[in-house]
């Protein structure tokens, strides 16, 4: 039985679409005559005549032709074939399932991870999108694999690392807003907010040195049970808050919000069960 040899089709095939032995030598960094040796090896074990000249062209023979419809998809086969097997014994599968704050969609790290997807196409990817109280929940009962948490909740059960740092800062569209907390008036203080707001107002405040008219949270004018939709309302203008730095730090470069000087920062942690990797 004729064994096939690949290589000698790949010099083929190239001959074909370069029309000219002297080019395909180029390409597939041969000599002329190499490529000659192994189109005439291929003509002696198939017993025909693959090409033939009309003056300083080469035209393909019926036969030729035959070959090379062959020859296509033979190595188009092989290629794929090759390529499948080199992804599954390098590309992990199955789903991966976790949670994290909605702030966190704002990160480099998320935007960096949701650039390299397309590198796994054999992971599915479930992410839940929740306040961190709820996120522990969830690894508790099972539900995802791991999750993202600002501040440490203890718990024996779990193991916390520290994976980064949420600096907040109180921000609006116009500085008679911010002039209220300043005054330390903030009864009056016109307030966008969004969902576990309370924690990072406190902290700010104590950071800003408010920490005295600020033992609660005020009402806020304006909540909004989503931190994009407090974004919203933020960027038209419906009054102040306490947001992460990631999620408006060009607008404050390109003085579109105005920011208070006082910044506060919390942790933010990768969280899962004791005893998984």
């Not at 296509?72 to 074939?81: D, I, N, V």
């Not at 002039?179 to 969004?194: H, N």
């Not at 730090?249 to 920062?265: D, G, M, N, Y």
Request: charged share 25%; with cysteine; proline share 5%.
């Amino acid at each position: 039985m004729m064994e096939l040899n690949i290589t000698r089709l790949k010099v083929f095939c190239s001959v074909v679409t370069e029309s000219s032995f002297s080019k395909a030598a180029r390409t597939l960094g041969l000599t002329q005559s190499g490529v000659s040796q192994h189109i005439a090896k291929l003509e002696g074990e198939f017993g025909v005549k693959l090409f033939e000249r009309v003056g300083r062209e080469i035209h393909l023979t019926e036969s030729g032709k035959e070959l090379h419809e062959f020859a296509q998809h033979y190595l188009e086969q092989g290629e794929s074939f090759l390529e499948s097997m080199a992804r599954r014994r390098r590309s992990p599968s199955g789903i991966v399932r976790y949670a994290m704050p909605e702030s966190c969609q704002w990160t480099p790290h998320f935007k960096a991870m949701m650039a390299r997807i397309h590198s796994y196409p054999d992971i599915h990817f479930e992410i839940g999108i929740m306040p961190s109280d709820a996120v522990v929940t969830q690894i508790l009962e099972g539900k995802v694999d791991f999750g993202f948490t600002i501040g440490d909740r203890l718990n024996p059960e779990l193991r916390f690392e520290r994976f980064s740092d949420e600096p907040y800062r109180l921000v609006s569209t116009t500085a008679s807003d911010l002039k209220e907390f300043a005054a330390g008036k903030l009864p009056t203080a016109r307030i966008v907010s969004f969902p576990g707001w309370e924690s990072y107002f406190l902290a700010w405040a104590k950071a800003a040195g408010l920490s005295k008219s600020a033992r609660t949270p005020p009402i806020p004018t304006v909540a909004i049970g989503t931190l994009a939709g407090a974004l919203h309302a933020l960027r038209a203008g419906a009054g102040a808050g306490v947001f992460p730095l990631q999620c408006v730090e060009s607008e404050i470069r390109e003085r579109k919000l105005i920011a208070h000087p006082a910044q506060v920062t919390s942790p933010v942690y990768l969280v899962r069960r004791n005893g998984i990797k």
